[in-house]
């Protein structure tokens, strides 16, 4: 009989990704009530659900944000009416306007933004970006004394300035009147500006909380557009612009950033500027489809997804922030002439492949130190600071996010800036405050800012230590050891028979999905991997398969920047978004894999009981039997039918043995149906003993 140890074919399972999965409480009677009243389906309105939306009223808001009633920002925002008589003053009045603004694409966006409608309002203004290599975040006193030479009568920060209480004093002592506007977290003294626009100045319940940057100044430059009764063929452009920024800034796509960028998803494809659509193609973005409304089968015009900007758009903007010249995207955003569009979009291209380049040199780096130094004291420190020499400041930010995927505790990355001071940047967890972090070592850095998820900092190099020491003590306050694994929000489970285009259309009313907001995640239980093959930069591709009632249901995956964890296992949970492949004139929907673990009803393989597991099964009218047995190296699953022949399988591998006696067994391939529903069947039965 099959029982001596069979070495040749038992595989290690390699290890997977380091994740927590949440997955949403379901509430099947509200969701059936919910679709009865709102004609949706019960799993759409599970996932409404899922989002805090209970009601017919919230759904409608939701699902049609345009239906919202909108306060007037002059109501939500105390400073604002003194920010538009400020500017309207300025204008007519001829006197020199100056906008300081951001490297990032929030900043960038912001004054390409603010230029064009000042500029098309009749206003005198320019624009100064500080340098990110040599200056760092935010306005200083270097850009305000430059102002004040050149004549500038008013200053107006975008994306920065809450923070800078020493250069807006500077600046109020030189006689120049300051607007901020800003969304960053709001320090313990503010600045003593003219004005100051800041949506975490304003009450948590506005629509208008969770506007970006990008946000504020088009809420500003739309009030002073109507102020002066200039509004007419500005607002489109602007629409563009906010989209962009909003999106690639990660702002949460709630309230009126909902409204506003699902109306500039539709506009970015016909924009009139130049800019966006020399960077629409230089990107290669085609737009789709809109989505359909649930009760109709017209589908909306072509648009934009998220996506288009999140993964290809907005990181050709970032990139020109992070390692070259913000004049070069300022001027791909305000210019008319769409031959200048097209060379400054190509340099956002080129600049981007170095981006990624510098991006994939320097995260391999940190995971070499960190494997090296620091991994086997996460579970104590529970925060990770990593600092190199000879590092991009520009592109750590990136680096910190993703080994923040890879370890799942916050990382805090610098480089040094010369020998006394060291620069980086933060990424955090959900339940740890970046901001507050930073706030809790003031008196360790420098210049410090940001928000809850991410933030900015500099250093005096002799303070590493006692910094690293100070984060891991606010570490240890707030988080537990079971935090210290990326959470992987989960919404429902779904069977492959139920993955279609019907359901995937129906998943359109959700977008724009980004933050807040994000795209609804689905998990399958014990699904097979069929297929699968390492492509590009160390994506997996591979199919998915399901047996249900003797049919089996694949559909394709991809599976991103998952190149370690390769081979995956036979056997797997998976959890996934749903994406449309349109390739040839043929459209398909795939998965987009968010994270896998083993299925809970093999943990009889990895951690088998001190008493022997045994079995008798029906399957098909046939009777079986079936165990776990070890093997010299490892676990496998036997299974013998009544004819004397034995099925086995070890964990992990689609092959498995079939025969009589080991020596004569023929190998087979397990995801074949006949196979994969014994073999369920035999593993049900053990579950059963194993409770």
């Known amino acids: 009989m099959l029982d001596r140890p069979v070495t040749e074919i038992v595989k290690p399972i390699k290890r997977l990704p380091n994740q927590r999965w949440q997955i949403a409480l379901q509430n099947p009677e509200l969701a059936e009530k919910l679709a009865n009243l709102t004609n949706l389906s019960p799993i759409i309105s599970q996932l409404l659900i899922n989002r805090g939306i209970e009601t017919p009223e919230a759904a409608q808001a939701f699902l049609n944000p345009e239906s919202l009633n909108l306060p007037s920002p002059l109501e939500d925002f105390p400073d604002l009416a ?3 008589e400020l500017l309207e003053s300025a204008i007519a009045h001829q006197e020199k306007i100056a906008i300081c603004g951001d490297y990032d694409a929030d900043g960038m966006t912001s004054t390409a933004l603010l230029l064009r409608s000042l500029r098309a309002l009749g206003a005198n203004v320019d624009y100064a970006i500080p340098s990110r290599m040599h200056e760092g975040y935010g306005i200083n006193n270097r850009i305000v004394e430059e102002f004040h030479s050149e004549g500038v009568g008013l200053i107006l920060t975008v994306d920065n300035g809450i923070s800078a209480f020493e250069p807006i004093a500077r600046a109020r002592e030189l006689g120049l009147k300051v607007i ?3 969304h960053h977290d709001i320090p313990p003294k503010l600045p003593p500006a003219n004005a100051i626009l800041n949506p975490k100045l304003i009450a948590e319940s506005s629509p208008y909380r969770g506007v970006a940057g990008v946000g504020v100044a088009y809420i500003l430059a739309v009030c002073l557009a109507q102020q002066l009764g200039e509004l007419k063929g500005l607002v489109q452009p602007m629409l563009a612009l906010f989209t962009l920024g909003t999106i690639a800034d990660l702002a949460p796509l709630t ?4 409204r506003w960028v699902k109306r500039g998803l539709k506009l970015l494809p016909k924009s009139t500027l130049p800019g966006v659509q020399a960077l629409i193609q230089v990107a290669g973005v085609q737009a789709s489809e809109g989505e359909s409304n649930p009760k109709s089968q017209i589908p909306n015009p072509k648009s934009l997804k998220p996506e288009d900007i999140g993964f290809r758009l907005g990181p050709r903007i970032n990139a020109i922030g992070r390692i070259g010249n913000p004049q070069t995207v300022i001027e791909l955003l305000t210019t008319d002439d769409m031959g200048l569009a097209l060379e400054r979009a190509m340099q956002c291209e080129q600049i981007n492949i170095q981006r990624q380049q510098m991006c994939e040199e320097i995260e391999q780096e940190a995971i070499a130190l960190v494997e090296d130094l620091y991994v086997k004291y996460l579970q104590k420190d529970r925060v990770l600071v990593v600092v190199k020499d000879n590092w991009h400041h520009g592109v750590i930010g990136i680096v910190a996010s993703r080994l923040v995927e890879r370890y799942g505790v916050p990382v805090f990355i610098g480089t040094y800036e010369n020998d006394s001071i060291i620069r980086g940047s933060a990424r955090g967890i959900p339940e740890f405050n970046v901001f507050a972090a930073l706030e809790y070592c003031r008196d360790l850095l420098g210049k410090f800012g940001g928000h809850k998820a991410a933030g900015g900092f500099s250093l005096p190099a002799d303070n590493l230590l006692s910094v690293r020491s100070r984060l891991s003590e606010f570490a240890n306050q707030c988080l537990e050891p079971q935090h210290l694994k990326p959470l992987l929000k989960i919404d429902a489970q779904a069977n492959l028979n139920h993955i279609n285009q019907e359901l995937y259309q129906q998943l359109n ?7 807040e907001n994000p795209d609804p995640v689905f998990w399958t239980a014990n699904a097979q991997i069929i297929e699968q093959k390492i492509v590009g930069k160390g994506h997996i591709k591979l199919t998915v398969a399901q047996t249900i009632d003797n049919e089996q249901y694949k559909i394709k995956a991809i599976a ?11 056997r797997v949970d998976v959890a996934y978004k749903l994406r449309e492949n349109s390739f040839n004139g043929n459209t398909t929907i795939e998965m987009e894999l968010a994270g896998v673990r083993l299925p809970s009803q093999f943990s009889i393989f990895f951690n088998p009981p001190t008493t022997k597991l045994r079995a008798n099964f029906e399957y098909k009218q046939r009777q079986y039997t079936c165990g776990v047995y070890h093997n010299g190296v490892g676990s496998e699953l036997r299974v013998k039918n009544s004819e004397g022949k034995v099925l086995v399988m070890q964990p992990g591998d689609n092959m498995g043995l079939l025969g009589i006696n080991r020596q004569d ?12 529903g014994i073999v369920q069947a035999a593993v049900q039965a053990l579950s059963v003993l194993n409770e």
Do not use: E
């Open 82 to 84: 003194m920010s538009v």
């Open 180 to 182: 901020i506007t800003d």
């Open 255 to 258: 309230g009126v950033n909902r």
């Open 509 to 515: 009313i959700f977008h724009p999905c980004g933050i």
């Open 560 to 570: 991103w920047r998952w190149g370690d964890y390769f081979p995956l296992p036979a």
């Open 665 to 676: 067994a023929q190998k087979v391939n397990l995801s074949l149906p006949q196979y994969d």
